[in-house]
């Protein structure tokens, strides 16, 4: 039997919260053993994890992520998305990186205005 992993060593492994855990199985993501209140999490739940949480960091939506994941019967190892999806979010974040420079370049200049001695 391959070895099962509760949801607070689950929540340590991937630098999650239990409450994140338990709203990806509330929305069909994930679907850990139960054993009356404890949940007991498979190779396969760990794997979606790990695609969920990558899915995140490439800044697609959780609606998104649910649409590429499927509805959890086939076993998926990758995030499954169009050339098409990709390009646009591509544009999507290089916008985002745009707007962050633009806001970092406004705090520095304000910081450095804060920081100066007073001229007198």
Avoid at 17 to 36: N, Q
Avoid at 47 to 72: C, H, N, P, W, Y
Avoid at 74 to 81: D, H, I, K
């Amino acid at each position: 039997m391959r070895a099962l992993a509760s949801i607070g060593e689950v929540a340590r492994r991937f630098g999650v919260t239990l409450r994140a855990l338990r709203f990806y199985e509330s929305k069909g993501l994930i679907h850990p053993l139960r054993d009356g209140h404890v949940r007991y999490y498979g190779p396969r739940d760990l794997v979606r994890i790990e695609l969920i949480l990558k899915g995140k960091q490439l800044g697609f939506t959780l609606a998104e992520i649910i649409s590429m994941l499927g509805d959890g019967r086939a076993q998926v190892t990758e995030l499954m998305f169009s050339p098409q999806q990709a390009l646009a979010q591509i544009r999507h974040l290089e916008r985002q990186h745009r707007s962050i420079e633009e806001a970092l370049a406004d705090l520095r200049k304000r910081y450095y205005l804060m920081s100066e001695p007073a001229t007198r």
